[in-house]
């Protein structure tokens, strides 16, 4: 075979070869970029997927901190609040055997403020001070200037009830100024259904012609717990702060069941004592201004406690 044929027949392969080769090459890289991406694709979903996993993971995690967060601050807020009442109550609950000597002969002071119309029970102390709030009372005393004399004075006398002078009548009388007496709100007779309701409702203002006007329930733990020789002190003090929670007094009734009945008077037969007493719909009585007032002053119609009934009927 000539030469130049076998030289052309030789650069022809080699061209061949050399397209083939670069064939393979580019298939190669080509193959390669494409299986490259696909694992970049799969790898950075994966990542993704990670990532949404741990992301999801943390808000729940923090969801969690925060709910536990939350249950542990209302814990704490509940704890506090509990301590808080607890505290509350160890404080307001006093124990008066340990300041009080309950076994004077006179364990009690009474103070009587015409300008607050209250009236305050004070305890003796272990070193024979009356320095120990006991008692607060709303009351009301003389309606005119002078009418319920200041000064230092003493319980004298007790009557369980007692003829004023107008022929009404009053429970648990306790004399401590001559016709000056600490008594229930007047009744038009000696029946404890028969209250001046009118009257009653005046309570917390001044409104007697001298003498110390109190619920039943008031003027009774005075008769029952304070002998005959118990300090009494009226004076008038009008920025004095009350030392204990003043009590919340309820309106008399004029109509209804409840009509006449002193709404504190312990009476097994008062009605204010039964729960129905509750839904009680009647009206609150109204205040009659220029009642005739039936407290005594300066004298009374008998001073004989056996005859104190005889005129209770008909007034």
């Known amino acids: 075979m000539p030469k130049d044929v076998l030289y052309r027949l030789s650069v022809v392969l ?19 970029t494409h299986s490259s991406a696909q694992t970049n694709e799969v790898t950075s979903k994966s990542n993704y997927t990670e990532s949404v996993t741990t992301k999801n993971d943390s808000e729940v995690s923090d969801k969690g901190k925060k709910n536990n967060i939350k249950k542990d601050n209302n814990k704490s807020a509940i704890t506090e609040e509990e301590n808080s009442e607890k505290t509350t109550e160890e404080e307001t609950t006093i124990n008066y055997k340990k300041l009080i000597n309950f076994d004077s002969p006179y364990p009690y002071m009474i103070r009587v403020n015409l300008a607050k119309q209250w009236v305050l029970v004070y305890g003796i102390d272990y070193n024979g001070n009356y320095s120990v709030p006991y008692k607060i009372f709303i ?3 003389g309606r005119f200037e002078g009418a319920t004399p200041k000064g230092a004075f003493s319980i004298s006398d007790k009557y369980d009830w007692r003829l004023m002078v107008d022929y009404s009548y009053a429970q648990y009388a306790v004399r401590f100024n001559g016709p000056i007496m600490f008594h229930s709100v007047p009744y038009y007779s000696a029946h404890k259904n028969d209250l001046e309701v009118d009257e009653y409702n005046k309570l917390g203002t001044a409104a007697s012609l001298g003498c110390v006007r109190l619920n039943v329930s008031s003027v009774k733990w005075i008769y029952d717990n304070c002998p005959v020789g118990t300090k009494v002190i009226v004076y008038s003090l009008d920025d004095e702060k009350a030392p ?32 129905e007493s509750d839904i009680e719909t009647t009206k609150d009585a109204e205040i009659v201004n220029n009642e005739i007032d039936n407290d005594v002053v300066g004298k009374e119609v008998n001073d004989d406690s056996q005859n104190r009934y005889d005129l209770s009927e008909g007034i």
Do not use: H, Q, Y
């Open 14 to 32: 080699i061209i061949t070869f050399v397209f083939i080769a670069m064939g393979i090459f580019l298939f190669r890289s080509v193959t390669g």
């Open 139 to 141: 009351c009301s005393t």
């Open 244 to 275: 204990l929670k003043l009590p919340k007094l309820k309106k008399a009734k004029s109509k209804g069941r409840l009509k006449g009945w002193d709404p504190t008077d312990p009476d097994e037969d008062n009605p204010w004592l039964n729960k």
